[in-house]
């Protein structure tokens, strides 16, 4: 893993962005790992034209987990839902910037699979 990525992840890890909840939400998006025990939920509201007004999410669970998370709810800000149900587990991976193995790779995408169930919720 590159210095720059470990950086990110560590800073997402240490100061998570949009933790929280949204007793309101339009989706809510539950996934856990039995393997590992990590956990997220994932919230969005959306505005009157459509666009994740609010996003929140939070969880448990090693470093990756949790800075994908919140590396995840800043990529969703200002995106429709049509916009938001495009996203990927190629572009969570991305956005870590590291090859991954299986089991750290279902770390790294667990919030997007939150936010899968939340979408067809």
């Not at 990525?5 to 240490?14: A, L, S, V, W």
């Not at 998006?29 to 007004?53: L, M, P, R, W």
Request: proline share 2%; with cysteine; charged share 25%.
């Amino acid at each position: 893993m590159s210095d720059l990525y470990r950086e990110i992840i560590i800073d997402h890890y240490k100061h998570p962005r949009n933790v929280g909840e949204l007793p309101e939400a339009d989706v809510h998006g539950h996934e856990d790992n039995s393997v590992c025990g990590d956990v997220v939920d994932v919230f969005i509201s959306f505005d009157d034209q459509g666009v994740a007004s609010e996003i929140k999410w939070n969880g448990e669970g090693c470093a990756l987990s949790q800075a994908s998370a919140s590396l995840l709810s800043d990529m969703l800000k200002g995106k429709t839902r049509e916009e938001i149900a495009q996203i990927t587990e190629g572009d969570i991976l991305e956005v870590v910037g590291t090859t991954l193995n299986p089991s750290r790779q279902k770390c790294a995408t667990l919030a997007v699979h939150a936010l899968y169930k939340g979408l067809k919720g």
